[in-house]
Nanobody, 120 residues
Framework: QAQFVESGGGLVQAGGSLTLSCVASGSALSINPVGWYRQVPGKQRELVAGVRSGGVTKYPNSVRGRFTISRDNVKNTVYLQIHSLKPEDTAVYYC??????????????WGQGTQVTVSS
């Protein structure tokens, strides 16, 4: 069964850093590209970082310079490093395969995600 399992979230103070992990299993291992997404209640899930083979990355302007995505194919893991956290980064973070020009996620069923809460 293809799935991504996210971890690494937590409660951090503004200005702090976190590294989120996303482990792929089953046929998800071969999915490319992969994106990290976040969602807050009442809003649509949004892409915050994407990576494709060859190390090509994509970031929206809202997080560029603070978020870094990387992929370790040996460990079947995609990482998201977040620096200079802001309260508006508070959300549930998910990873998934991405497709289309908009890097839309949802190639496999969404996992439970990992909660990131940033206190001011």
């Amino acid at each position: 069964q293809a799935q991504f399992v996210e971890s690494g979230g937590g409660l951090v103070q503004a200005g702090g850093s976190l590294t989120l992990s996303c482990v792929a299993s089953g046929s998800a291992l071969s999915i490319n590209p992969v994106g990290w997404y976040r969602q807050v209640p009442g809003k649509q899930r949004e892409l915050v970082a994407g990576v494709r083979s060859g190390g090509v990355t994509k970031y929206p302007n809202s997080v560029r310079g603070r978020f870094t995505i990387s992929r370790d194919n040996v460990k079947n893991t995609v990482y998201l490093q977040i620096h200079s956290l802001k309260p508006e980064d508070t959300a549930v973070y998910y990873c998934n395969g991405a497709r289309g020009l908009g890097w839309n996620g949802g190639i496999v069923p969404w996992g439970q995600g990992t909660q990131v809460t940033v206190s001011s």
